[in-house]
């Protein structure tokens, strides 16, 4: 396995991870300034971690030669 190859994309995930966790918890329809951005953060942060430690079970991306 490729050492290189296996950073990018697994950060390649955990970078869509993270975007994708902090749409989710933004609620609709409410004003920007009432959002809990700590929360926001924090939880998306969190994650992001946890899809790199997914990422060590294995990534399709990466093909063991």
């Given at each position: 396995?490729?050492?290189?190859?296996?950073?990018?994309c697994?950060?390649?995930?955990?970078?869509?991870?993270?975007?994708?966790?902090?749409?989710?918890?933004?609620?609709?329809?409410?004003?920007?300034?009432?959002?809990?951005?700590?929360?926001?953060?924090?939880?998306?942060?969190?994650?992001?971690?946890?899809?790199?430690?997914?990422?060590?079970?294995?990534?399709?991306?990466?093909?063991?030669?």
């Amino acid at each position: 396995m490729d050492l290189e190859k296996w950073i990018k994309c697994a950060g390649i995930r955990a970078i869509r991870t993270v975007a994708q966790t902090a749409l989710a918890m933004i609620p609709v329809g409410i004003n920007i300034n009432d959002i809990g951005w700590g929360t926001v953060i924090g939880t998306s942060i969190l994650a992001g971690i946890l899809s790199i430690l997914t990422s060590v079970a294995g990534l399709p991306e990466v093909k063991e030669e």
